[in-house]
Each structure stands twice: as structure tokens, then as C-alpha cells.
């Protein structure tokens, strides 16, 4: 993912906000869900509402992960940015459990019985609109700020969304006598769901096992290097993630027998490359 040209400090900030942003937005959809399923009398719709709650605190988790992250400590001289994965692989395991949830209630659970369905309908409604419009969002800025957890919580308010398509396809099903479209409805969503759960899973254990950064900034790292005049030969690039950033090994071998001139000169380097791509947050050089 492409990092934004922002520094450091303004990332962790924009990091921040939007995380704020997301612990306000799942109170609000979970005082939505429950009030309108108590005034409403759909047990489904309340259901949802408490599981808001549980994304509610996900959404903490995420923030505390972006703070935690963020903090420099002594024991930890690479610094804490992995916190973000292990949230990104916390909040997998939160999908997996919401579509487990949906399975379970409509599966095995008891019918819903409306009392006022317009009122469990606009519900439902302004549920649908504010998922969608925000995981759109957050996952167009998780992108951007190439945040693990931001991502993760983004596919989390996904899964919300297509709960509470569930839920209205379920209303609308019962109402109309056809019960069957809910069960039909909730195999194609909790697919999607546990998708959606496995490709975060799968991204933050790569990162958690030290997998290589993408080829793309890799690629990019070689271009820059084979512009250098006073590089001979690049022996290796590896890299690896934490968090949301990128630490860089370089092997290249120097057109000088100066120690001083060829340690100020790979400095210079080191410092070209954070500059071209902001979401490297160290690069340590071998030279010869």
C-alpha cells in the first residue's frame, strides 16, 4: 500500500482522529439498534445493537493500539508499531466471532416478531447508510495512512453493514411470510464476513512472522539505489513491516575506500529514501 506524504507526526495524529471518529460512530449505531429494537419489538434488532457494543470496545482496542504504538520504550528499540498487527489480529478474530453470531441467531435462534416495523426499518436504514458510507472511508484512509488496524476495523464496521442487511432482509422476509430469504441471506453474508476476517488475519500474521514488505517498495528502493553514482554493486534489499511502517536492510557495496566520506554518504542514503517513501521508518545499511 502507498504511504501519504505526511510526516510522521501528523500520520500518528490522522491515525488518532479517525479512531475517535470510530468509537463515536459504533456508540451512536448501538444506541440506534437497541432503541429502535425496543420501541420496534424486534429481538434481532436489539441483538444487534449489544453486538455494536462489542465493536464499540474493538474500536478502543484500536485506539489504544495507535497511542501504544506510537510510544518509544527502552526495552524496545524498534519500537511498539507491531501493537497495530496484534489488534489487526484481535479485531480477525472479532469478524470471525460476529459471523458466528448472525449464523447462530437466525440459524438457531428464535423468529422475530415486529411490533412497529417502520420504526425497525428506519432503524435498520440509518444503520446501512452510516456503515457503508464509513467503512468506505476509513478504508479509503487506512489505505492512505497504510494503517494494520485502521484496515481491520474498517472491514469490522463492514460486517456490521451487512448485519444489518440481514436483520432488514430478515424483517422484510418475515413480514412479507417468507422466512426462508433471512436463512439464504445470512449464508452469502457470513461468507463474506469470514473473507473478509481471514484476509486480516492472514496479513497480520505475515507481519507478526517478519514476511517480507511488499515488492512494490522494494522495487522502488532498487530504483532509487541505481540512480546513485556512488553505489558499485546492490548485493540485497530486504525489508519487513511493523505496524505501519517499513524497516529497510540494504547490502550495497561503495565507490569509496573512505570510511568517513562512505558513512556520510550512505547517511544521505538512508535519509533519500525515508524522504520518497514516508512509511519507512528506518533503513540500516551494510557497506563495503
Known sequence: MKG???DRTQIYKEKKKIALFSVTVNATLALIKIIGGMISGSAALTADGIHSLSDLAASFSV???IIIANKKAKDFPMGLYKVENLVALISAFAIFFAGYEIARDVFFGEPMKIT??????IAIGLTVVITFLYSRWEKKKAIELNSPSLMADAEHV????????????GVIGQYMGHPVIEKIAVAV???FIFHSGWEILVDAIKVLLDASVDHETLDEIRKILEKEDMIEKINDIRGRNAGSYKFIYLDIDVKTDSIKEAHAYVH????????AIPEVERVITHYE
Open 4 to 6: 501519504t506524504k505526511l
Open 63 to 65: 485506539l489504544a493500539g
Open 116 to 121: 412497529n416495523l417502520p420504526v425497525a426499518v
Open 158 to 169: 463492514k460486517s456490521d453493514f451487512f448485519t444489518a442487511l440481514v436483520v432488514l432482509v
Open 189 to 191: 453474508v457470513v461468507y
Open 268 to 275: 544521505q542514503l538512508e535519509e533519500k529514501i525515508k524522504q
